[in-house]
């Protein structure tokens, strides 16, 4: 799907996923804002977005904010929805902080789409971290849901409210459960988002690199 001349917002813009996403939209010519609070200690990054920023509109804000997101979505064809907070053990260590993320922030752009941006189609960003430990594999739509951290409760919690928003108020909605996803642009320099980031980091950095039991 092509989406040039569509108008698409994308909320988490300036992390990882996001910022490779907007420089995939800009190249195939679709008009792209960005939103980003800039959470500290994440993915956010301007060097991300470096390469697009004069062909993008960046929005500084939180997505919690129903009064900017009520102009934001407006006139939106695609809101790719991917701010969030990504750390499982951030998570459990700050739980109210990831719920105001991943839960509250989530509910607010589905209230704004609803009153403002009724025709949008919005892609959210779910996680396979909902499955839990796999029961068998490979892990398909019907393997149990038992997420096995606040983050994963939180995640999977968003996906009811899309596809809630979507029985009830008819709202376009899709979740994808992304799973370890990796590349360029990604947050390498901690160990809590993630370990593929992290072997990175320790191998170009010529460190050691820890596995836990067999490794296996
Ligand atoms: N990276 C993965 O392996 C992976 C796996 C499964 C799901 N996901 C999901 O994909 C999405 C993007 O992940 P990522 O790896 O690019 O993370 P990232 O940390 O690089 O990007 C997330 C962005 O969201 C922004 N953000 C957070 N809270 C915000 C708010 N309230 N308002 C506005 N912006 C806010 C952050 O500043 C950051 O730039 C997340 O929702 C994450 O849960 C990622």
Redesign the pocket.
């Known amino acids: 799907m092509n989406l040039n001349g569509s108008n698409v917002l994308i909320?988490?813009?300036?992390?990882?996923?996001?910022?490779n996403l907007a420089i995939r939209l800009v190249n195939e010519g679709a008009r792209v804002t960005l939103?980003?609070?800039?959470?500290d200690d994440?993915?956010?990054?301007l060097f991300?977005i470096a390469t697009i920023k004069d062909r993008v509109q960046i929005n500084f804000?939180?997505?919690?904010d129903e009064h900017s997101l009520r102009y934001l979505v407006r006139d939106k064809d695609f809101i790719f929805?991917?701010?969030?907070?990504?750390s499982h053990l951030d998570s459990m260590t700050q739980p109210f902080m990831d719920m105001?993320?991943?839960l509250r922030?989530q509910l607010t752009l589905l209230e704004a789409c609803r009153h403002f941006a009724p025709d949008a189609v919005i892609i959210?960003?779910?996680?396979?971290?909902i499955y839990g430990k796999p029961i068998y594999l490979p892990v398909d739509e019907n393997h149990p849901l038992q997420p096995p951290d606040v983050?994963g409760i939180n995640?999977l919690a968003a996906e009811y409210y899309h596809s809630l928003y979507t029985r009830v108020y008819g709202v376009r909605t899709v979740s994808l459960?992304?799973?370890?996803?990796?590349g360029p642009?990604?947050?390498i320099k901690n160990s809590r988002?993630?370990f593929?980031g992290w072997f990175v980091n320790r191998a170009v950095t010529d460190n050691t690199i820890e596995l836990f039991g067999t490794g296996e």
């Open positions: 909320t988490g813009g300036c992390g990882f996923i996001g910022s939103l980003d609070s800039m959470l994440y993915g956010a990054n991300n804000s939180d997505m919690r929805n991917l701010a969030g907070q990504v105001e993320v991943n922030a959210y960003a779910s996680t396979r971290q983050n995640k459960r992304l799973t370890n996803t990796y642009r990604q947050l988002q993630g593929i």
